[in-house]
């Protein structure tokens, strides 16, 4: 059998990527602080069945009128304003 040319070259180019990293990873930042992202806070209610479930029906009432789907929070988010 014929043996392979350059097989110490081939050797070194296959040792040389087994003990490269596969990602190169970024440097990490040194101690900078993360910019802080806009907008609001989630914020977490629990509701009371009753009230859950009119809210629902008043949901479920506006996607039927007006076509568009219309959500919980939605109308509890215009209710919550109007009592403001």
Partial sequence: MKRPANVA?????????????LV???PEP???PQPK????KAVFL???DGL????????????K??????TVQQVMLEKLEGAL
Avoid: I
Wanted: aromatic share 2%; glycine share 10%; no cysteine.
């Fill in 9 to 21: 070259d081939l050797t070194a180019s296959l040792t040389a990527a087994a003990q490269a990293p």
């Fill in 24 to 26: 190169q990873s970024a």
């Fill in 30 to 32: 040194a101690n900078e």
């Fill in 37 to 40: 992202r806009g907008g609001s």
């Fill in 46 to 48: 629990r509701m009371p």
């Fill in 52 to 63: 859950h479930a009119r809210y629902e029906a008043e949901a479920v009432a506006r996607t």
């Fill in 65 to 70: 009128a007006t076509g568009k789907g219309v």
